[in-house]
């Protein structure tokens, strides 16, 4: 008798995928800059650096408005303001908490991989009740390059001991989903700003919700990832 083929892994984005945390990235962006003498900030500004990790995200911030503090101070900094606004408030999409309980359920290797900084994963998996049931996690801040690159997921996929091939990836932007795809990953992509839905990145997804979490659907994508479909 053949053995059984082994269960996908399942990989999560955390912010805007698994849960949304975007408002308190902003806020906190907004906050940092301010303290350092640059207002008005928008949320739109903070739209298109949606899906790139904090690091990326604070070069490109320090260089455009000539920030003199270190990187890694205005690291630190953000990453204190995020925690206090986390923790006080982060909600986890249902449909996408109805999905991770299933694959939980049915024994399916899962993880998560994000840009954020392990303390902040680590805070929201906590405040979301999550932990329980996603307790390994992968930050940018562990591998060398963020996404587009894929070496947070290829980290993800080596400590489950998975094949990248066997692994499905969720994601909420375009460079995440260019990450799956360069890691040789099936992609769900649900955008978190649905006008993103048309960008080529997305083109690659094996599944795509356009509406974005308005028009997820956990039982369609379990059915997806499971081969029932």
Not at 18 to 27: G, R
Not at 78 to 84: F, G, I, P, S, V
Not at 196 to 217: H, M, V
């Amino acid at each position: 008798m053949s053995p059984s083929p082994a269960l996908p892994a399942v990989i999560f984005d955390l912010d805007g995928t698994l849960v949304d945390s975007e408002p308190n990235y902003y806020e906190a962006g907004r906050r940092l800059l301010e303290a350092h003498g640059v207002h008005g900030f928008t949320w739109e500004e903070h739209g298109s650096f949606i899906g790139i990790g904090t690091r990326e995200t604070l070069e490109t911030l320090r260089a455009r408005y000539g920030i003199a503090a270190p990187l890694e101070e205005l690291l630190a900094e953000k990453d204190r303001h995020y925690l206090a606004l986390a923790t006080a408030h982060t909600e986890a999409f249902p449909q996408m908490r109805k999905l991770v309980e299933r694959l939980h359920t049915a024994g399916h290797p899962m993880a998560v991989a994000s840009g954020s900084s392990r303390a902040a994963i680590a805070a929201v998996l906590s405040t979301t009740g999550l932990d329980a049931l996603l307790p390994r996690y992968v930050s940018a801040e562990e591998v060398p390059h963020g996404k587009p690159e894929p070496d947070v997921f290829l980290e993800a996929a080596r400590r489950l001991g998975a094949d990248p091939a066997g692994c499905v990836v969720l994601e909420d932007a375009p460079p995440g989903a260019e990450a799956a795809r360069r890691a040789g990953m099936r992609c769900v992509a649900v955008p978190y700003l649905p006008r993103t839905a048309d960008d080529p990145s997305f083109a690659s997804a094996g599944l795509l919700f356009e509406g974005g979490q308005a028009a997820f659907d956990a039982q369609r994508v379990y059915d997806w990832i499971s081969g029932t479909a």
